[in-house]
Antibody, heavy 115, light 107 residues
């Protein structure tokens, strides 16, 4: 059974940093492409970043240069390093796998950027 | 960036009725469009991928159609658990984008 479990969210001040983790089970992260998708409170969904099985990476324009996606194959875990956080980055962050229209989603982790 | 416009914003129907949700794209998606259902406090759930293919485990009352720029999600006979927010999503271009959502509420 495929499972994705996010962690690492919390309250951070503007300009601060946070690292999110997504522990995968039921499949290997190195053989799949996995995305981070976020949802601001009461708002719609926004694609943040994707890492493909071959290692190539893409970012949404709103996070380019501030966020870094990576994976640790030995831990079967995906990461999202978030630097220079802004109030508008406040959202639930989901990791999702299963292609460009992902079938598998984690439960999400809430990031709140506020002073 | 491709813009997806969903209509209506809110749809009020009763259980047993037929629901028709629309998604229009700012440029052709061919058939690279998906539909998701999201309930409060939950992650999105994939219903339909590539315009008309039901994801595993999705009931047959959900169907998708369309190609190019105009797409439709149809729920043939609403069950109480179908009242939720529905999003369309394109995957032909990066960044993959979502529509703003249609809220399906009980009349």
């Amino acid at each position: 059974e495929v499972q994705l479990v996010e962690s690492g969210g919390g309250l951070v001040q503007p300009g601060g940093s946070l690292r999110l983790s997504c522990l995968a089970s039921g499949f290997t992260v190195s053989n799949n492409y996995i995305s981070w998708v976020r949802q601001a409170p009461g708002k719609g969904l926004e694609w943040v970043s994707v890492i493909y099985s071959g290692g190539s990476i893409k970012y949404g324009d709103s996070v380019k240069g501030r966020f870094t996606i990576s994976r640790d194959n030995s831990k079967n875990t995906l990461y999202l390093q978030m630097n220079s956080l802004r109030v508008e980055d406040t959202a639930v962050y989901y990791c999702a796998s299963g292609g460009d229209s992902p079938r598998y989603w984690g439960q999400g982790t809430l990031v709140t950027v506020s002073s | 960036e491709i813009v997806l416009t969903q209509s209506p914003a809110t749809l009020s129907l009763s259980p047993g009725e037929r629901a028709t949700l629309s998604c229009r794209a700012s440029q052709s998606l061919r058939s690279y469009l998906a539909w998701y259902q999201q309930k409060p406090g939950q992650a999105p759930r994939l219903l339909i991928y590539d315009a008309s293919n039901r994801a595993p485990g999705i009931p047959a009352r959900f169907s998708g159609s369309g190609s190019g720029t105009d797409f439709t999600l149809t729920i043939s006979s609403l069950e109480p658990e179908d009242f939720a927010v529905y999003y369309c999503q394109q995957r032909i271009n990066w960044p993959c984008t979502f529509g703003q959502g249609t809220r399906l509420e009980i009349k």
